[in-house]
């Protein structure tokens, strides 16, 4: 028995001089294993900002950032580096990227990706110097739309965030927020609730309609003028009086228009256009489909591209958009955007193609032109005449 507590008693010590052993290491050791650590982050680091000297790790948690970035170190010599994940074809692709205390990009890297085809590997490179105007102009490669699309976006966010964290303000709202806060306030009585109405009558300079969903009245876009007209017939907004009163007539005039469905189905129309409806005073709303990049290159998921063309029995289209689409995300979905549907409004025949196609989405482009194309062709036989 006396032997067996000697046993016990000497594994304890051994067991205690070894706890000691490991803590005096650990003690020893930890400072060099965080040395080692900071200075591999460090090395990361200094692949985006070669001049930054020392980086510091920032607690986030104060700010509001862009959704992408989730993680952000202070270099010494003012700059920042942004890391950020965002979803190119695939999730998780995450980008470092160095920012200088002017702005501009001092380098942006993928550390990691789901990507297949490799471009986010050296598009980084094309960053090298640029301002956030400079990002927006670099061109996404037509065969890695989602991958470089993105990558640009993070860039942007990469900007953006470092502009926040050294104590300047950015609007970090997207397009519909803004156009919707700046109706809103233009019409408090709509608590911000709007929906897109068809222009079918014409009034010359406007070019979108929007009716606030509870009644409260309607915004007028003329370019970039709003006015309000309210539901007791009060215009709010910068307007001289003959403009005020164009506006109450149009208001009444929208009230009391109707329109028709027009029977295509003997009328020999190219079996693109959908439907016809016509107002009491002639003029028209046609749908069309027509198949664009989603529906040219990947058949087996993409949807042709369905637009709606408002356009007066003279030919002069009083509104155009994009009803629905699969085209790329960044890319050609901006056929759906008022940047690029707005141009269509006040052309004719004769000059519906003098606008300016969407950067790098040529199919999505010659696609719109072709559909609104179909719907003159149809305003002709519609009007008695017969198609080209």
């Known amino acids: 028995m006396k032997a067996a507590y000697k046993n016990v008693l000497a594994l304890s010590i051994i067991s205690a001089i070894v706890a000691i052993l490991m803590a005096i290491t650990n003690y020893i050791t930890a400072p060099i294993i965080k040395e080692n650590e900071d200075n591999a982050a460090n090395e990361a680091l200094t692949v985006v900002m070669p001049d930054g000297g020392s980086f510091t790790a920032l607690d986030l948690s104060s700010y509001s950032l862009p959704k992408t970035v989730t993680d952000a170190y202070a ?9 950020l994940s965002t979803t190119g074809y695939a999730s998780n692709m995450v980008i470092l990227c160095g920012v200088a205390s002017d702005g501009s990009v001092t380098g942006a890297t993928c550390l990691s990706s789901g990507e297949t085809l490799g471009y986010e590997k050296t598009y980084g ?9 400079g990002v927006a102009s670099v061109d996404t ?5 989602k991958t470089t699309s993105a990558y640009r976006q993070a860039v942007s966010d990469a900007i953006n965030a470092a502009t926040i964290l050294s104590g300047g303000s950015v609007d970090l709202r997207d ?20 929906t897109r109405v068809v222009i079918a009558e014409y ?3 406007l070019t979108a309609i929007y009716e606030a969903g509870n009644g409260a009245g309607t915004v007028f876009h003329f370019g970039d003028t709003m006015l309000a007209l309210t539901s007791d017939g009060t215009v709010i907004g910068d307007a001289d009086d003959t403009l005020k009163a164009s506006l109450v007539s149009y208001g009444e005039q929208m009230a009391s228009t109707k329109f028709t469905q027009v029977e295509i189905g003997s009328l020999g ?7 016809v409806e016509k107002t009491e005073s002639g003029n028209y709303q046609i749908y069309v489909s027509v198949d664009g990049y989603s529906m040219q290159e990947h058949p087996s998921w993409g949807a042709p591209i369905v637009i709606m063309l408002s356009v007066t029995k003279d030919g002069v289209i009083l ?3 994009t009803v629905s689409h699969k085209e790329t995300e960044g890319f050609g979905a901006a056929c759906e955007d008022d ?13 519906y193609r003098e606008i300016d196609g969407i950067s790098g989405a040529t199919k999505t482009t010659n696609a719109y032109l072709r559909g609104i194309k179909l719907c003159y062709e149809a305003l002709s036989i519609l009007e008695g005449g017969t198609a080209e």
């Open 75 to 83: 270099a010494s010599n003012g700059g920042y580096v942004i890391k």
């Open 125 to 133: 490179d094309n960053f090298k110097g640029l301002s956030l105007e």
């Open 141 to 145: 490669i037509s065969s890695a739309t």
């Open 175 to 194: 397009e519909e927020t803004i156009l919707r806060d700046a109706m809103t306030e233009l019409l408090p009585a709509s608590k911000g609730e709007f």
């Open 203 to 205: 009034l010359e300079g």
């Open 269 to 275: 129309l190219n079996k693109a256009i959908q439907s």
């Open 319 to 321: 509104d155009c958009y």
């Open 339 to 351: 940047d690029f549907t707005s141009q269509f409004i006040g052309k004719t025949d004769g000059t």
